[in-house]
């Protein structure tokens, strides 16, 4: 499953929040930068009143923002620090490694469909990029904020020892 797979089944979920309000989040998000961080954090505060939309800011942020704009990825976390909604970083995180540990199944998945004799070029390519700045992400929201990343999150040992024996 590529980016734009991921994408829509995160849009699919979140069908119930009227189009104002996602554009007013992610507005307030693109005019977001680090001399105005207070201000928008005080405004998605009182845009984020209920669980259902702290999910989906967490969840754009993530899934549409982590893994094209690696340049942003600290003014997300002082933004989501700044907001103060403790539930907001475990549904980071969750999604994170969730959506790592997709691209890591489907890189796989086209290794060993590259690996056979009739496909010598793999149609299906994983963005490699996306995958980096992910992988950057979930250092940042985990390991720097002295929070550990466990077997259950993301087996390490397994995917060094995979590429080790390739």
């Avoid at 005080?42 to 702290?54: H, M, N, V």
């Amino acid at each position: 499953m590529d980016m734009d797979g991921l994408t829509k089944d995160f849009e699919s979920g979140y069908t119930d929040i009227d189009e104002d309000t996602s554009n007013k989040i992610k507005f307030q998000l693109n005019n977001c930068s680090n001399s105005n961080i207070d201000e928008k954090a005080a405004e998605f505060r009182k845009i984020l009143k209920d669980e259902r939309l702290i999910q989906f800011f967490g969840k754009h942020i993530v899934y549409r923002r982590v893994p094209t704009e690696n340049n942003f990825h600290t003014l997300f976390i002082q933004l989501a620090t700044k907001i103060n909604k403790r539930e907001l970083f475990q549904i980071m995180i969750k999604d994170s490694f969730l959506i790592l540990n997709q691209m890591i199944d489907n890189d796989r998945y086209n290794n060993y469909i590259a690996s056979q004799p009739e496909n010598k070029k793999s149609k299906v390519e994983i963005n490699k990029s996306n995958m980096k700045n992910l992988a950057v992400w979930v250092g940042l929201i985990t390991l720097a904020r002295n929070k550990p990343i466990t077997i259950r999150d993301i087996d390490l040992k397994g995917i060094l020892l995979e590429a080790y024996e390739n």
